[in-house]
């Protein structure tokens, strides 16, 4: 494993490190193609911000602070800056302009939520039988998917769906045939594997492997060991192996500017 576009900084507010100790502990590990990509800023419409974002007034600093690391670390690692970002439809196209702003030059999405979350009820990763909210995640991702500037789906798995598995194949598999034919890999999320969260979901990699939706990794760092995590390396293995999946390793950038 030479790469990890999934990275977070003490920006957002619940991940450690200096973003530098990141980078030296990817070389260490023999990471060549590196990518930070912390939660996108987001103001609301009351003026209030996320506690869980890189604050709007950090947005450019972040960006500036990673492309000098970039610079100063050329020729050892490659390194990128973007932001990990949901899918909101009625502040996407506010939200893309601001990151193309800050300076970001990739995005990866993260549907965290299914509405921006001051409005949301729940997060994602909560457990629900709710068909609604599930179709509303399905949408949320296809839109995204379809909108061709998303570098990859983080965690596709993240939507923890408790009602019938009929229904859940379902959708899943819309989220896995989008994947496809958009050529939008999905990633298997190494901090679900770290933390033992509800994700990898086997129902939905069972559907991704029958697909042949393109599946890349991603670490999810949000602290300095986990810049390289060999453990959950093992594991992402096992399941591409278990239910066949398309693994394309690396990625390729959508660069948004
Ligand atoms: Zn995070
Ligand atoms: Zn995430």
């Given amino acids: 494993m030479i790469y990890n576009y999934h990275t977070h900084t003490h920006r957002c507010g619940h991940a450690s490190g200096a973003e530098e100790e ?10 060549k ?9 987001l103001k609301f419409a009351d003026g209030s911000e996320s506690g869980y974002r890189v604050p709007t007034a950090e947005g450019k600093i972040y960006c500036e602070q990673i492309k000098a690391l970039s610079k100063k670390y050329k020729g050892k690692i490659d390194i990128k800056v973007g932001f990990e970002m949901e899918y909101y439809p009625e502040l996407f196209d506010e939200m893309l302009k601001k990151a193309i702003e800050y300076g970001a030059e990739y995005l990866i999405l993260g549907q965290h939520f299914i509405m921006p979350e001051n409005l949301a009820a729940k997060d994602t990763f909560r457990a629900t039988n709710s068909v609604d909210e599930l179709k ?8 995204a998917i379809e909108k061709n500037i998303f ?6 798995d993240v939507f923890n769906y408790v009602g019938d598995v009929g229904i859940y194949q379902k959708e899943m ?22 933390q033992h969260r509800v994700y990898p979901n086997d129902a939905f990699w069972q559907i991704a492997g029958e697909e042949k939706s393109p599946v890349t990794f991603g670490f999810d760092a949000h602290e300095v060991s986990s810049a390289f995590d060999g453990e959950s390396l093992l594991k992402a293995k096992q399941i591409v192996e278990k239910y066949n ?13």
């Fill in 22 to 31: 990141y980078i030296e502990a990817a070389i260490k590990n023999g990471i």
């Fill in 245 to 257: 999946l398309n693994y394309i390793g690396i990625p390729k950038l959508r660069l948004i500017k």
């Fill in 136 to 143: 509303k995640y399905t949408k949320a991702v296809l839109s």
């Fill in 173 to 194: 598999r819309k989220i896995c045939v989008a994947s496809r034919e958009n050529n939008v890999p999905l990633e298997l999320n190494f901090l679900g594997i770290r």
């Fill in 151 to 156: 570098t990859y789906v983080a965690h596709p």
């Fill in 33 to 41: 193609y590196m990518g930070f990509s912390d939660h996108m800023p």
